[in-house]
């Protein structure tokens, strides 16, 4: 915890992914609300995908942030707006193309989560 | 929001991802609830994956529906019974398997979801 | 229901995806929760992923165990933790490796969920 998922339409040709993963991941680093090694992000690209019913050119990011129950909304709302707001600097949208930016936040239930490190 | 993700084994082949999200997509239309063009879906096919423990020939197709939170159980309720319904009618089923189709309802916090969206 | 998803970091190259999934299975089938063939399990592997922001060699598996709401916290939490004990004995670390291990336990909202069965 916090997991954080970059989720995004393959019609995005411009996004870089090891740099998206980057400066976000830096985003919550400097939030001060996670130790930098408990922070685990991942990226998921769609190659089948459909918005609305119209053939016009869209696209999307769904970035979607799993922390721990027990924050306060303000917290949460902070995250939520920090990480649109460095998604929308990193995004150069590609010419023709309409892109939603969404993030999420998510809760973990504390009482049932597990959790264990495994070094060699 | 909303965003559907259509998600299913690789034994499905005879699944046209195309056609059953653009399906989906129309049964989310034609419920009122949404703008056309905020309806963001995604298809997943797992190539990996186990039904219990046995060697029989099984499937699945998971589909997850995010909703903002505050629609009444009511709506919720209809909007997961039109998405199973229509997935039975496109669900040909491949000789000799044994599908189970699933349609889960989750709720978005909508105090802490942010959204932006980027035009060229 | 249940649906189970093992997420993990391609870098868990001695991962033997189909042996997790048959023993995470059988855990749930001898946890006496649920019907064998209602256990619907699922690996995604990420190609992409980050860690924190340190070029160190890391990497995680995220279990997320999906079930019905209402039982209770008990049960949850040793669901989770019986999975977590079998993930542990199953993950041979590859040398060098910092594995952070993970199960999460998910709510399905029992009232708005839709289920079918096709067999042919």
């Known amino acids: ?61 769904h970035l979607k942030l799993s922390i721990m129950s027990g924050r306060t909304m303000e917290t949460k709302r902070e995250l939520s707006g920090r990480l649109l707001e460095r998604l929308r600097e990193l995004c150069e949208s590609d010419v023709g193309l309409h892109v939603q930016l969404c993030v999420e936040v998510l809760e973990i239930e504390r009482e049932s989560y597990s959790k264990s490190v495994i070094t060699s």
Chains 1, 2, 3 share one sequence.
């Open 1 to 61: 915890m916090p997991h954080l998922s970059l989720e995004y339409t393959s019609n995005l040709t411009n996004l870089n992914v090891n740099r998206f993963l980057h400066e976000l991941n830096r985003v919550l680093v400097d939030s001060g609300q996670f130790e930098e090694i408990d922070i685990k992000s991942r990226a998921v690209r769609f190659d089948d995908f459909l918005i609305g019913l119209s053939p016009e050119q869209r696209a999307f990011v």
